[in-house]
C-alpha cells in the first residue's frame, strides 16, 4: 500500500484528479443539504490537496489545526467516505477473542512489527491494520473505544530524545511488560473483565462536533 510521503498528510493516491473530482461532488452535496461540518472537511482537504497550508485553513475555516489534521488523516485512510457524516446504521464491527489477542501482541510489540516505518502507534494505522489483516471496515473512529477495551490508553504523542525513547522502551520490556502477561493470565483464569495497565500509544480520536463562524460557499 503506498503511503504518504515525508511532510505529506495525504498520500499520491488520494490526490488523483478522480479523487479531486470526488471530493468536489462531496462539497456541492453538503452545501446543498446545509451540513456544514461535511462542507468544511471537504474544504479542508480540496485545499490541502491544492496546497494550502494547514494554518490557513484553520484561520479560514474557523476550526482549530488539530481538526484539519485529524479530517486529512480520515481522507488518507478512507478517502471521501472517510469525511462523510455518518449516522450509525447497526453495531460496530466486532472482532472476536483470537482477533484481539492477536491486535494486543502486535500492537505491544510495536507498529515496525507488521511493516510500518514509524515506532509510534496512531488510530489510523492500528484501524489500517485491523482492516488489512482481518477485512471489513473498520472506522479509525472507533479504534479508541476498542483500545479501552483492550486495556490500552489512548495518549498524545510526546517528544522525547532518542536516547531517552530507547532506554524508556528498554525498561518497559524488561520491567512492564512480563507484569502485563502475568496479569493478563489471572484474569483470563478468573474470568474477571479487568484491563491491563495502559501499554503503547495511539493519536486521540477526538468526536465530530459544530464549530461556529464559517458560512458555506
Same mark, same amino acid.
Given at each position: !500500500?503506498?503511503?504518504?510521503?515525508?511532510?505529506?498528510?495525504?498520500?499520491?493516491?488520494?490526490?488523483?484528479?478522480?479523487?479531486?473530482?470526488? #471530493?468536489?461532488?462531496? #462539497?456541492?452535496?453538503? *452545501?446543498?443539504?446545509?451540513?456544514?461540518?461535511?462542507?468544511?472537511?471537504?474544504?479542508?482537504? #480540496?485545499?490541502?490537496?491544492?496546497?494550502?497550508?494547514?494554518?490557513?485553513?484553520?484561520?479560514?475555516?474557523?476550526?482549530?489545526?488539530?481538526?484539519?489534521?485529524?479530517?486529512?488523516q480520515w481522507h488518507d485512510t478512507l478517502g471521501v467516505d472517510g469525511?462523510?457524516?455518518?449516522?450509525?446504521?447497526? @453495531?460496530? @464491527?466486532?472482532?472476536? %477473542?483470537? %482477533?484481539?489477542?492477536?491486535? /494486543?501482541?502486535?500492537?505491544?510489540?510495536? @507498529?515496525?512489527?507488521?511493516? +510500518?516505518?514509524?515506532?509510534?502507534?496512531?488510530?489510523? !494505522?492500528?484501524?489500517?491494520?485491523?482492516?488489512?489483516? +482481518?477485512?471489513?471496515?473498520?472506522?479509525?473512529h472507533y479504534v479508541p473505544e476498542l483500545l479501552r477495551q483492550l486495556? +490500552?490508553?489512548? %495518549?498524545? @504523542?510526546?517528544?522525547?530524545?532518542?536516547?531517552?525513547?530507547?532506554? #524508556?522502551?528498554?525498561?518497559?520490556?524488561?520491567?512492564?511488560?512480563?507484569?502485563? *502477561?502475568? *496479569?493478563?493470565?489471572?484474569?483470563?483464569?478468573?474470568?474477571?473483565?479487568?484491563?491491563?495497565?495502559?501499554?503503547? /500509544?495511539?493519536?486521540? /480520536?477526538? *468526536?465530530?462536533? %459544530?464549530?461556529?463562524?464559517?458560512?458555506?460557499?
Amino acid at each position: !500500500m503506498a503511503r504518504s510521503r515525508t511532510g505529506e498528510a495525504i498520500r499520491p493516491s488520494r490526490r488523483t484528479r478522480r479523487e479531486v473530482e470526488r #471530493l468536489e461532488a462531496l #462539497l456541492k452535496e453538503a *452545501k446543498a443539504s446545509g451540513d456544514l461540518e461535511e462542507w468544511r472537511r471537504a474544504k479542508a482537504v #480540496l485545499g490541502y490537496i491544492d496546497g494550502r497550508r494547514v494554518v490557513t485553513l484553520s484561520e479560514e475555516l474557523g476550526v482549530t489545526r488539530g481538526s484539519v489534521n485529524r479530517w486529512l488523516q480520515w481522507h488518507d485512510t478512507l478517502g471521501v467516505d472517510g469525511l462523510r457524516t455518518r449516522v450509525a446504521a447497526g @453495531p460496530v @464491527p466486532r472482532l472476536n %477473542q483470537d %482477533q484481539r489477542d492477536e491486535l /494486543s501482541g502486535v500492537i505491544e510489540t510495536g @507498529p515496525q512489527s507488521v511493516g +510500518f516505518t514509524t515506532g509510534v502507534w496512531t488510530g489510523p !494505522m492500528i484501524g489500517d491494520w485491523i482492516r488489512r489483516r +482481518f477485512g471489513g471496515d473498520y472506522h479509525t473512529h472507533y479504534v479508541p473505544e476498542l483500545l479501552r477495551q483492550l486495556g +490500552f490508553s489512548v %495518549q498524545r @504523542p510526546r517528544k522525547r530524545l532518542a536516547k531517552a525513547d530507547a532506554e #524508556l522502551q528498554a525498561r518497559w520490556v524488561r520491567e512492564r511488560l512480563p507484569a502485563i *502477561k502475568k *496479569k493478563r493470565t489471572h484474569v483470563e483464569a478468573s474470568s474477571f473483565g479487568k484491563t491491563r495497565p495502559a501499554s503503547g /500509544s495511539t493519536e486521540r /480520536s477526538t *468526536k465530530r462536533g %459544530q464549530e461556529s463562524g464559517t458560512s458555506l460557499a
